[in-house]
């Protein structure tokens, strides 16, 4: 009885054209190269704080200048593709926007009570207000141009 397959990382492995055998020769060598890593880890991916039911009054609806939610789970792919750049984002908004993620799972009465029915769904709040919301995976420069009405 086989077991599955053991994940090993992700590697590509080129082909190229070194040289033809003579001058006059229609075949060319071929040499196989080593395969070189395509997918590591990312070491400098910024941890987003989780607001919660109990720390979303004093977190999103009392805090000081514009913050931005991102509603996610955990089983959600879009929502993972978007995560590194709500990091970004809240590294060049440093200090002029507060970043936080709400698992819709775990608090599904906020999600609820703000009409979120597709994830992942950013919403821009201000003075206690929901302001702005992003539906799906955009670019980057969505949500920038978003965000920045609000700065």
């Known amino acids: 009885r086989r077991g599955l397959p ?3 990382g992700l590697k590509i492995q080129s082909y190229s054209l070194i040289s033809f055998a003579s001058t006059n020769s229609r075949y060319p060598r071929v040499s196989k190269h080593s395969g070189r890593i395509v997918c590591e880890a990312q070491e400098t991916a910024i941890d987003i704080p989780a607001v919660t039911d109990e720390t979303w009054q004093s977190l999103v609806l009392n805090a000081d200048g514009p913050v931005l939610v991102e509603f996610w789970a955990p089983w959600c792919g879009p929502c993972r593709m978007i995560d590194p750049v709500i990091g970004e984002l809240a590294q060049q908004y440093a200090g002029k926007l507060k970043c936080f993620k709400l698992n819709t799972d775990d608090s599904p ?15 821009i709040f201000l003075n206690g207000e929901k302001k702005d919301a992003v ?15 609000f700065l």
């Open 6 to 8: 053991e994940f090993k």
């Open 109 to 123: 009465s906020i999600a609820s009570q703000y009409g979120i029915r597709s994830i992942p769904t950013l919403m």
């Open 135 to 149: 539906i799906g995976a955009v670019p980057k420069t969505t949500l920038s141009a978003s965000i920045e009405r």
